[in-house]
């Protein structure tokens, strides 16, 4: 049973909107949150996380919002960019250790 | 500065055959991870090493073994490969392995087991 889903593959957006990623998980115990992105043939890189004690973290045109009670965190990218263009993992962790990541969400921004 | 380097980049094997991916870092970094990729799913852990001289199980480590050799170098063995182990197979690596910590990946092997 995966214990952090991305329920979206795929997705597509117009250069210069907003592109909604989200991400659940059903595990409470987690404690931090994590964005990363991924270039064909290249690893992840970290985008943005967020600890459980917030609700929003915004660095530059990327912000991370959670809903503990929901079990919910979304990454929402304003304006998007050609560039944005990768598949977006949201991953989690309780102990720094163990990290548990989503099947990804592909990200197409179209000029 | 080149980060978390992974060799080989491609491996073909046959069933059966063994082989070590190997990974360093340059980082100075305590912590270091390997992960496994498949098609539609996410990375999943395989094995951690918290500091140098201990390794964890992650969730799927079966079939695997690893080597924290030193402080920078982080080796995933597979004794007897199987189809079921092709996959891309991404190190990773953390300065102190804690909440908070950035976890910076290598680009990657991609292991093909016939």
């Known amino acids: 049973d995966q214990q952090v889903k991305q329920n979206s593959p795929s997705l597509s957006v117009q250069e210069g909107r907003i592109s909604i990623l989200n991400c659940d998980y059903t595990?409470?115990?987690?404690?931090?949150f994590l964005w990363y992105k991924k270039y064909p043939a290249e690893g992840p890189t970290f985008l943005i996380s967020i600890s459980s004690i917030k609700d929003k973290n915004e660095d530059g045109r990327f912000t991370v919002f959670l809903n503990k009670s929901a079990k919910h965190l979304s990454l929402h990218i304003v304006p998007s960019q050609p560039g944005d263009s990768a598949v977006y993992f949201c991953a989690a962790t309780y102990d720094g250790q163990n990290f548990v990541f989503g099947p990804g969400t592909r990200l197409s921004v179209l000029p | 500065n080149a980060g978390v380097t992974q060799t080989p980049k491609f491996q073909v094997l046959k069933t059966g055959q063994s082989m070590t991916l190997q990974c360093a870092q340059d980082?100075?970094?305590?912590?270091m991870y390997w992960y496994r990729q498949d098609p539609g799913m996410g990375l999943r852990l395989i094995y951690y090493?918290?500091?140098?001289?201990?390794?964890d199980k992650g969730e799927v480590p079966n079939g695997y073994n690893v080597s924290r050799l030193n402080k920078r170098e982080f080796s995933l063995r597979l004794e007897s490969a199987a189809p079921s182990q092709t996959s891309v197979y991404f190190c990773?690596?953390?300065?102190?392995?804690?909440?908070?910590?950035?976890?910076?990946f290598g680009p990657g092997t991609r292991l093909t087991v016939l």
């Open positions: 980082m100075n970094h305590n912590s």
């Open positions: 090493s918290a500091s140098e001289g201990t390794t």
């Open positions: 595990n409470s115990m987690f404690d931090y």
């Open positions: 990773a690596s953390s300065e102190l392995g804690s909440l908070t910590d950035t976890q910076y």
